[in-house]
């Protein structure tokens, strides 16, 4: 079993949707949370980080950590054609080693017009 | 607008040759990332330095496979010799200390 757990999807929605993308994890040693998107044919970007549990916002994103069920969240609002991407959650144990951290295989998301 | 480079960013090669993939960080970055990503494994972390030593290459094969930092502005990652397998997309990865990373376009190499 792996370490990080994410549904591969695909995700289809109509524009506007809320979308929710999720991850769960085994290692309850994770303390930072971070949710990346990636177009096709391109590396990927971060999008948040956040720190243990609880909830951040930015702009249409919010992530969403809850440590007790070992399980993560990134929800899209008003989601757009241009979110159309794959989401890769990632999970690493202190900070400054952040860049090391353990991904999820990715949720690809079409939002359709 | 500053941004991490690889080199090439498409390679079709033969079973047996060797491979050069290469590298330039974020000025200013002293962490830097080899990571592997194929449909079948997802993204794997293959290699890390810091201040250009290595840290950790545990993900690597290392019977193949070498990385190295000869100066901070270039990384380079090394296959000889190839194999059908080892065709993936090899992404660098630079960053400062602490949360997140940032991602070159990534080579993607064809062993055929």
């Known amino acids: 079993q792996k370490e990080v757990e994410q549904d591969p999807g695909p995700l289809s929605v109509p524009e506007g949707a809320i979308v929710s993308l999720n991850c769960t994890y085994s290692?309850?040693?994770?303390?930072?949370f971070m949710w990346y998107r990636q177009y096709s044919r391109k590396g990927p970007e971060l999008l948040m980080y956040t720190y243990s549990s609880g909830n951040k916002e930015d702009g249409r994103f919010t992530a969403q950590v809850d440590k007790s069920s070992k399980y993560i969240s990134l929800f899209i609002r008003d989601s757009q054609p241009s979110d159309s991407a794959t989401y890769l959650c990632?999970?690493?144990?202190?900070?400054?080693?952040?860049?090391?951290?353990?991904f999820g295989d990715g949720t690809t998301l079409t939002v359709k017009p | 607008d500053a941004r991490v480079t690889q080199t090439p960013r498409h390679k079709v090669t033969e079973m047996g040759q060797e491979v050069t993939m290469r590298c330039q960080p974020i000025l200013g970055h002293n962490t830097v990332f080899w990571y592997r990503q194929t449909m079948m494994q997802g993204l794997e972390l293959l290699a890390y330095?810091?201040?250009?030593?290595?840290?950790?290459d545990s993900g690597m094969p290392k019977d193949r496979f070498s990385a190295e930092m000869p100066d901070a502005t270039l990384a380079t990652l090394k296959i000889q010799p190839s194999e059908p397998r080892d065709s993936a997309v090899y992404f660098c990865?630079?960053?400062?200390?602490?949360?997140?990373?940032?991602f070159g376009p990534g080579t993607r190499l064809t062993v055929l």
């Open positions: 990632a999970m690493s144990l202190i900070n400054t080693n952040a860049g090391k951290s353990t």
């Open positions: 990865a630079s960053g400062p200390i602490g949360l997140g990373v940032f």
């Open positions: 330095f810091r201040n250009r030593a290595p840290l950790d």
């Open positions: 290692n309850s040693a994770f303390q930072y």
